[in-house]
């Protein structure tokens, strides 16, 4: 059975460190765009990040570039998202997706004081 898995949220302080995990199984991820998303209570959900299969092209939404960097690790089947200097605003539930629309379930972030 194939799953995408989210790992790593968590309430830290503005100013703060994340670094979220999106793990398959049941299939390799390393022939898919896989991309990330974020959604916010009454907020529409909003695409973050995305990076290529091969890992050379990387996108970013204004909100996040040069805070944010996305990176795979085909070994580990794995997609990170390193998110730095975290503000109020970017707490929302994130999730993973890979190209074709299977999405994983989430993790909440929470930046606050």
């Known amino acids: 059975q194939e799953h995408l898995v989210e790992s790593g949220g968590g309430l830290v302080q503005p100013g703060g460190s994340l670094r979220l995990s999106c793990a398959a199984s049941?299939?390799?991820?390393?022939?898919?765009?896989i991309g990330w998303f974020r959604q916010a209570p009454g907020k529409e959900r909003e695409g973050v990040s995305c990076?290529?299969?091969?890992?050379?092209?990387?996108y970013y939404s204004d909100s996040v570039r040069g805070r944010f960097t996305i990176y795979r690790d085909n070994a580990r089947n794995t997609v990170y998202l390193q998110m730095n200097s975290l503000k109020p605003e970017d707490s929302a539930v994130y999730s993973c997706?890979?190209?074709?629309?299977?999405w994983g379930r989430g993790t909440q972030v929470t930046v606050s004081s």
């Open positions: 049941g299939f390799t991820l390393d022939i898919y765009a």
């Open positions: 997706v890979r190209s074709g629309g299977f």
């Open positions: 990076i290529s299969a091969s890992g050379n092209t990387t």
